[in-house]
T-cell receptor, first 114, second 113 residues
Framework: QKEVEQDPGPLSVPEGAIVSLNCTYSNSAFQYFMWYRQYSRKGPELLMYTYSSGNKEDGRFTAQVDKSSKYISLFIRDSQPSDSATYLCAMREYSGGGADGLTFGKGTHLIIQP | DAGITQSPRYKITETGRQVTLMCHQTWSHSYMFWYRQDLGHGLRLIYYSAAADITDKGEVPDGYVVSRSKTENFPLTLESATRSQTSVYFC????????????FGPGTRLLVL
């Protein structure tokens, strides 16, 4: 059974702080890992995706994957009030044939205090 | 405008009525998906489609019907709406199954009374 665990929060931090968001999973078949950002009353938008273990950096965002521990993280540096949103982790198995949707965490609601 | 659109954005209906939610994308993406988002459950896949006339069930398909006669459209029908189907519904599309990026529409908020 696919299962992804994510703390729903809310997580409230002051502007400029480093934010750490995390997900754990139980299905060792997951190979693709993503982070989506969702603003209130909007659809999710892709922030980061990774395939292998290790770190991937994009501006103020860093995605980290530890497959041995089945643990992924998203770090946000120099957090801004505009980063206030719900962050969803998502993952999928490799599928060589048919399509498959993503398995999502429940999302962490992040609040950046000005 | 180019992209993925959903209609209606808001819908109130009654138990037992049939409701169809529309999804349209202008990218000619092969794959399209329907998710529902509920508090405490996150996003869950209802149905997906690999191409026109090819659809398959996701995690929570019961009570829903989909069709895909044209690549750009992927309507979702609730045959006989129930209160448990009150939710926010998101349509998404991607180029192919190995394409990590799924692009989401703005969502449809459905209330079943």
């Amino acid at each position: 059974q696919k299962e992804v665990e994510q703390d729903p929060g809310p997580l409230s931090v002051p502007e400029g702080a480093i934010v750490s968001l995390n997900c754990t999973y139980s299905n060792s078949a997951f190979q693709y890992f993503m982070w989506y950002r969702q603003y209130s009353r909007k659809g999710p938008e892709l922030l980061m995706y990774t395939y292998s273990s290790g770190n991937k950096e994009d501006g103020r965002f860093t995605a980290q994957v530890d497959k041995s521990s089945k643990y992924i993280s998203l770090f946000i540096r120099d957090s801004q009030p505009s980063d206030s949103a719900t962050y969803l982790c998502a993952m999928r198995e490799y599928s060589g044939g048919g399509a498959d949707g993503l398995t999502f965490g429940k999302g962490t609601h992040l609040i950046i205090q000005p | 405008d180019a992209g993925i659109t959903q209609s209606p954005r808001y819908k109130i209906t009654e138990t037992g009525r049939q409701v169809t939610l529309m999804c349209h994308q202008t990218w000619s993406h092969s794959y399209m998906f329907w998710y529902r988002q509920d508090l405490g459950h996150g996003l869950r896949l209802i149905y997906y489609s690999a191409a026109a006339d090819i659809t398959d069930k996701g995690e929570v398909p019961d009570g829903y019907v989909v069709s895909r006669s044209k690549t750009e459209n992927f309507p979702l029908t609730l045959e006989s709406a129930t209160r448990s189907q009150t939710s926010v519904y998101f349509c998404a599309s991607s180029v192919n199954s190995l394409q990590e990026t799924q692009y989401f529409g703005p969502g449809t908020r459905l209330l079943v009374l």
